[in-house]
């Protein structure tokens, strides 16, 4: 299981300082100390590069605990001597992931605790009766939170779990459900974006730039977009013949594309994209966190109401037999 976006930016972002100072890199990885980064895995790998090992070996060996795309963009960047500044891509990456992310968790926060206080109050209401009064059944109570609030808990959990691990069920849940179909659209090509230009900009060669993105990428489109791409630039025909011809790519992204190959700028211009992509992933995410809560809620509401509805019903009812 990869560390947080929080941890990995810091830990990125350390290693890059010491690299960028002259430091060598075993050094630099028994140096930096981050709260959550196994200290045993980065001495393991201190000790495989002091004994021989290329820095991509040692880098491969944190792939329990490393993304697996970040492994792939460091290994790269190692190979041609630019690791510092993949360092700092990165780390800009994974703080800006941080942030939506922690907006996102924000934003579920109020509807997550009427739906909970909701589930917690409807068993209470159900043991009122106006003939019998109150009567408090703990096993009744446990019985419906059982039913209700350990499911919801259960799958929350199984979800943050998928999530952590990159599960590749989590995109296809999600490009399953309304609302988020957008949302994978959008990162899959702001994480594509950003990984050709990383490694572009890492001095990948362009051809194995296009294939190592694709691998990354978590949409099988892009995938084969990519491969073809790369057959393609390996052949010696030109990259935007092939664009038109997977519409997997938006027309942004190949105008921008086409004008970073014209002005030298075609890394800036994908770290753009990147950027862009990923606000358009984060108006989507955020629509969908209020809409999924909200629809939670709506039916929790329509419970509650249903038992004051009843409540009253039998108030009434009360009231007109003491009448006759």
């Avoid at 929790?300 to 409540?311: K, P, T």
């Amino acid at each position: 299981m990869s560390l947080s976006h929080r941890r990995l930016s810091i830990w990125y972002q350390q290693l890059a300082q010491q690299l960028e100072a002259g430091v060598p890199l075993a050094e630099a990885l028994r140096a930096v100390r981050v709260g959550g980064v196994p200290s045993l895995a980065t001495e393991r790998m201190a000790q495989q590069i002091e004994a021989g090992g290329s820095a991509a070996d040692a880098l491969r060996a944190g792939a329990a605990w490393l993304p697996a795309a970040d492994v792939i963009f460091l290994s790269a960047s190692a190979e041609v001597g630019r690791l510092p500044r993949t360092l700092q891509n990165l780390a800009a990456r994974h703080e800006h992931l941080r942030t939506i992310t922690l907006r996102v968790i924000l934003a579920c926060l109020y509807p997550a605790a009427v739906v909970h206080l909701g589930l917690l109050l409807w068993p209470v209401m159900r043991m009122v009766d106006w003939e019998k009064g109150f009567a408090w059944d703990g096993f009744a109570y446990a019985r419906t939170l059982a039913c209700t609030l350990l499911p919801l808990w259960l799958v929350c959990g199984g979800l943050w779990v998928l999530v952590r691990r990159q599960s590749p069920l989590v995109g296809l849940l999600a490009q399953a459900l309304p609302g988020l179909r957008g949302y994978v659209r959008a990162q899959a090509l702001a994480d594509f974006a950003f990984a050709l230009g990383n490694l572009l900009d890492a001095g990948v060669a362009i051809g194995r730039a296009w294939g190592t993105a694709g691998a990354v990428a978590n949409s099988r489109r892009l995938k084969n977009a990519a491969g073809a791409m790369e057959q393609a630039i390996l052949r010696g025909e030109e990259p935007g013949a092939q664009r038109r011809v997977w519409t997997c790519f938006p027309e942004e992204f190949a105008a921008l594309y086409r004008t970073g190959e014209k002005t030298g700028r075609l890394e800036q211009n994908l770290f753009q994209l990147a950027v862009d992509y990923q606000e358009r992933a984060k108006r989507s995410l955020t629509l969908a966190s209020m809409l999924y809560p909200s629809l939670l809620f709506l039916g929790v509401a329509g419970m509650v109401a249903y038992g004051v509805i009843s409540f009253y019903a039998g108030y009434l009812n009360m009231i007109g037999k003491m009448a006759e």
